[in-house]
Structures are given as C-alpha cells and as structure tokens.
C-alpha cells in the first residue's frame, strides 16, 4: 500500500474536508482518506490500480488540488 500526506489549502471546514473524503475515495484503489481541517493536511492510502496521478487528478478536478 502507498500513502502520502498532501496540504490542500482549499480545506476551509468540515464540508470542504468531507468533499475531498469523497472525490479521493472515488478513484479504484484508494482505501482511506484522513483529514484535518485545521492543519489542512489529508493522509490518503492506496492500492493498484490507483496512481496517486489519478488521485491528484480527481482532487484538482473537485477544486481541491494539493501542494
């Protein structure tokens, strides 16, 4: 499994979080997705076929794209 930990500025409260929960979790592959709104920073693990590519892609795409 892979994981890494992104800063997405855009995070701004629970909602916000919770979209990127979603959109990370939508890509095959991803298996989970932590945040904390106050820090901004989201841990997200992955499997194949998910690239974290795909995953960068997914989150630019709903407006939340990491640093």
Same mark, same amino acid.
């Not at 945040?35 to 992955?46: A, C, L, R, Y």
């Given at each position: 499994?892979?994981? =890494? /930990?992104? !800063?997405?500025?855009? /995070?701004?409260? &629970?909602?916000? #979080?919770? %979209?990127? =929960?979603?959109? $990370?979790?939508?890509?095959? &592959?991803?298996?989970?997705?932590? &945040? @904390?709104?106050?820090? *901004? !920073?989201? %841990? /997200?693990?992955? @499997?194949?076929?998910?690239?974290?590519?795909?995953?960068? $892609?997914? #989150? *630019? @795409? $709903? &407006?939340?794209?990491? *640093?």
């Amino acid at each position: 499994m892979e994981s =890494k /930990i992104v !800063n997405i500025p855009d /995070i701004s409260c &629970g909602h916000c #979080l919770a %979209t990127v =929960k979603r959109e $990370a979790g939508e890509v095959a &592959g991803v298996k989970s997705v932590e &945040g @904390d709104v106050e820090s *901004k !920073n989201v %841990t /997200i693990e992955w @499997d194949a076929p998910a690239t974290w590519e795909q995953i960068e $892609a997914q #989150l *630019k @795409d $709903a &407006g939340y794209p990491p *640093k």
